[in-house]
Structures are given as C-alpha cells and as structure tokens.
C-alpha cells in the first residue's frame, strides 16, 4: 500500500525553501491569447531533450494551441516536488526520479524516453588513469538517486572501484560539475555528449564511455502528474505531438545546421563540440518515436532493491497512439 505524500512533505524532502522560492517565483508568465497556458520543467542542460527548445522556437507547441513556458529546475528532487501539486504538471526529467517520487506516493508517470541508455562518458582528473587510483577520491553528481548518480556508480563498478571508496558530492547540472573538476574540487564526474568535449578542451579525459557498453537504462524521457493528466488529455495529445515533431526536425539531415544554430542559443558550448555532439546523440540516442524502454526502467528498479511492478512506473499509451497513427510521416510534411 501506498501513502500519498502531501505537497507540502514533497517539498521538504526536496529542500523545501528553494523549490517553494521557485514556484512562487514562475507563477504568471505572460500569456499568448488563444492559447492553452502549459509550464514544463526541464532538470537538465543537455542535449537530451532539444526536442523540446525545437519545438518551443519553431512554434510547434503554438501549432497544437499551446502557450508553453520551459523552465529549468536544479535538479531532479526539485523537479519531482514541482510536479507533486501540478505547479509543474510535466517535465523533463530522470526515469530514476519518477520511480522514486513515484514509490513515494507522487501521482506521476514517464509517458516518454527520450534517451535509453546511458549517454555519458566517465570523465576523471589529468592525474589519474587506473580505476586503483579514485580510492579516496570525490566525484560530483547531480543528485542522489538520479542518473548521474546512477552512471557514476555503474562506471566505478565496471571499474573494480567499490562506492564505499570514493565520496560523492552533489553539485548541480553538467556545467557545474566541469566547473567542480576544473577547479579540482572533484576528481571525476559524468558527462554527457557535447559537455563532454568541453571537458577535453580541458585537457581531461574519459576513463569509460558508458554508451558503448549497451546497458539498457531509461535515462531521462519526459514525466507527468497523472491527476493532471487526467483533466487534461487533449493538452497532453498536444504536446506530445509537438516533441515528435521536434524530433522529426532535428534527425532530418535538411535541418541539421538550422536545429544545431537554434540549439546554441539554449546550450551555448563551442560550436564544433556541439556539432559533434549533436552528430552522436542524433546517430545513437534520439527515437523518432521515444517509448519508454521497459528493460531501461527495469534495471533501476533492481539497483534500488524494489519489487514493484514496472508497469506502475511509465505509460506508452500516448506515444503509441502516434506511432499507430503514423503521426512522423504527417509531421516531416509540415516541416
């Protein structure tokens, strides 16, 4: 049995004052008339979710009669208790943190996967090159239980390295933990294609690159307060249809210097590191239509010992409808 979780108790264990300090703070937006009004979160600043800024700067969102506002949380806990009240009723988010919210009595369900693997390279300081020599070292993630957590400590198994060895800190989003390995505060992190490249400019270097390895993992995809969801199903139909399309414009070769020069504005790196980091994520990660991966959800639920069925944790059922429907084919139309 389940105990629900009050708004108020999510956000304490999210750390309260800050995630309550940023609802207060993202409440009226300025609306476009005529439009549905719809706030998304995002937990990341990456390239695993470009769909979203393509679809939100081409007006594929106002295409379906919607004003959408993106905004970026620090991390995933806060996201989670965000979306616990429907201030936030989607987001872009980790797999892993909506099976915990979820396990916690959080009304929320991954209804996409945008990535299903791990995307990142395990990159360590200029001093080190064996797994024997993190021993005693510190790492920076950006939360416990979420995927950078988990990537970390995937990649010191592979390792030989024993967590208990090593010191974990959270420290934020990608760009923070470069800075933390830059400033030798952290001796090794997890980053993701495109920040990686920054991170060699730097002279480090990736000890693993865990997308080589073909562990299934439901990375990040995009989640939603099933309450909400249910009041709301032609909002949802609507955004759905725009991440696709998104999606569409970003894997056509036709589009790939317009998508990359509109992607620079959001994440601005180097645009050669960008340009190849765009070139894997669009050659290994990105799905045209992206279903949650059952395999990915169900290897975290055997990293936290959970014994629930994996079913209570995602729905495909929106992402299918388009894929019966075809919807790819209507979308590259209206490019």
Request: proline residues 4%; contains cysteine.
């Amino acid at each position: 049995m389940r105990v629900a979780l009050s708004r108020r108790q999510v956000l304490t264990m999210a750390g309260g004052a800050a995630a309550a300090g940023w609802l207060g703070a993202a409440r009226a937006p300025v609306r476009a008339q005529g439009m549905t009004p719809l706030q998304v979160g995002i937990a990341f600043q990456n390239l695993d979710a470009v769909c979203a800024w393509i679809a939100l700067d081409r007006g594929y969102f106002q295409r379906y009669g919607l004003d959408v506002t993106i905004v970026t949380i620090q991390g995933g806990a806060r996201t989670m208790a965000a979306m616990a009240g429907a201030d936030v009723p989607l987001a872009f988010t980790a797999g892993s943190d909506v099976i915990t919210a979820r396990s916690r009595g959080v009304p929320l369900s991954l209804v996409a996967g945008l990535i299903d693997k791990f995307p990142y390279d395990f990159v360590v300081a200029k001093n080190i090159s064996s797994g024997a020599q993190l021993k005693g070292s510190k790492g920076a993630i950006s939360g416990f239980g979420g995927s950078s957590h988990f990537a970390a400590l995937y990649a010191l198994g592979k390792l030989g390295v024993n967590p208990t060895d090593v010191t974990l800190l959270q420290v934020g989003n990608e760009p923070a933990r470069l800075a933390a390995l830059q400033s030798g505060q952290i001796q090794f992190t997890v980053l993701t294609a495109g920040l990686d490249l920054e991170a060699f400019d730097m002279g480090f270097k990736p000890m693993l690159k865990l997308y080589t390895l073909d562990q299934p993992y439901q990375h990040t995809g995009i989640a939603v307060n099933t309450n909400w969801a249910k009041a709301h199903a032609s909002t949802l139909d609507g955004f759905m249809k725009a991440i696709v399309t998104g999606t569409v414009y970003v894997q056509d070769p036709l589009h790939v210097a317009a998508a990359q020069a509109l992607i620079h504005k959001h994440l601005p790196i180097k645009d050669d590191n960008l340009r190849r980091g765009l070139a894997l994520y669009r050659e290994q990660f990105y799905q045209t239509y992206p279903l949650v991966t059952v395999p990915g959800m169900e290897f975290i639920l055997r990293q936290k010992k959970m014994t629930d069925p994996v079913t209570e944790f995602y729905d495909n059922s929106y992402i299918q409808a388009l894929q019966s429907a075809n919807f790819a084919a209507t979308a590259k139309k209206s490019l």
